[in-house]
């Protein structure tokens, strides 16, 4: 049995610079690929939530909910939930009590 690890990418989030993005909102990138397809961490303050609609276009958006309760502006949804947002699906991420959240971006 060959082990090849050439080409994987680890990352510790709590390591990785945070940018807020909204107030009470921060992203982490933990990896871009060369198609745009991106991997980071969202962590959402209690009672914050995005100013403007996030709509998904050109690809989806997966997200799987580490900690806390994700509302997308409709729904709760508790730690260890997994959701996938189709193309040109759009919401409003928030959280009363806050979370921290996985998103996926398979296409850029």
């Not at 680890?10 to 921060?26: H, T, V």
């Not at 509302?71 to 947002?85: E, K, L």
Request: contains cysteine.
């Amino acid at each position: 049995m060959v082990i090849n690890l050439e080409g994987v990418v680890s990352a510790n989030w709590r390591d990785l610079p945070a940018k807020e993005i909204f107030p009470g909102i921060r992203k982490r990138i933990l990896w871009q690929g060369a198609n745009g397809a991106k991997a980071q961490i969202l962590e959402i303050d209690a009672g914050a939530k995005f100013t403007t609609l996030d709509t998904h276009s050109p690809g989806p958006e997966e997200i799987f909910v580490v900690s806390g309760v994700f509302c997308d502006g409709v729904h709760d949804y508790s730690a260890g939930t997994f959701i996938h947002n189709p193309v040109d699906s759009a919401h409003i991420p928030q959280s009363k009590h806050g979370c921290v959240i996985f998103v996926y971006f398979p296409e850029g």
